[in-house]
């Protein structure tokens, strides 16, 4: 890598045997160094070639780091696969239903209450804390 004249950014030869250093595979994907080894250490950036440059540095094939895919900002490449989509999918329903069934325990919370039930043996009963009865009945 070799800088311009004018002091710029430096330059990216473009080469059949082209490597970077670490400062420069994190430049080209936009973080900082540390980020960078630390996605190298969690398999998320590709692993250095074997050896070490003549100061002692480690090297990356460029085209691989370039071609690697990268998650995007607060997604992680895993959650891209179509099994993990369909994870996601279901947890998603799973969801759905406990927000449908803590819809059904406040129905009950505050039909018990009309009853005349205690607190202690409803919260008991719907498997949540007394606390928590008397939040749902105060709304």
């Known amino acids: 890598m070799s800088s ?11 080469t059949d045997t082209e490597t970077w250093t670490s400062e420069e595979c994190a430049r080209a994907w936009g973080v900082k160094t540390p980020t960078w080894l630390g996605y190298v250490s969690r398999g998320l950036a ?22 690697f895919p990268r998650a ?3 997604r992680s490449r895993a959650s891209t696969a179509p099994r993990a989509q369909g994870l996601l999918g279901e947890m ?18 505050v039909a018990g209450k009309a ?24 709304r």
């Open 115 to 138: 009853e005349g039930l205690e607190i202690r043996a409803m919260a008991r009963a719907l498997k949540i804390s007394p606390q928590t009865a008397y939040g749902w009945l105060d």
């Open 92 to 109: 998603a329903d799973v969801a759905d239903q406990i927000d449908h069934l803590r819809a059904r325990q406040r129905e009950l919370l």
């Open 46 to 67: 590709p692993a250095p070639l074997p050896g070490t440059d003549e100061r002692g540095r480690h090297r990356w094939d460029a085209e691989q780091v370039r071609s």
């Open 4 to 14: 311009d004249s004018s002091g710029g950014e430096p330059t990216i030869p473009e």
């Open 72 to 74: 995007g900002v607060g």
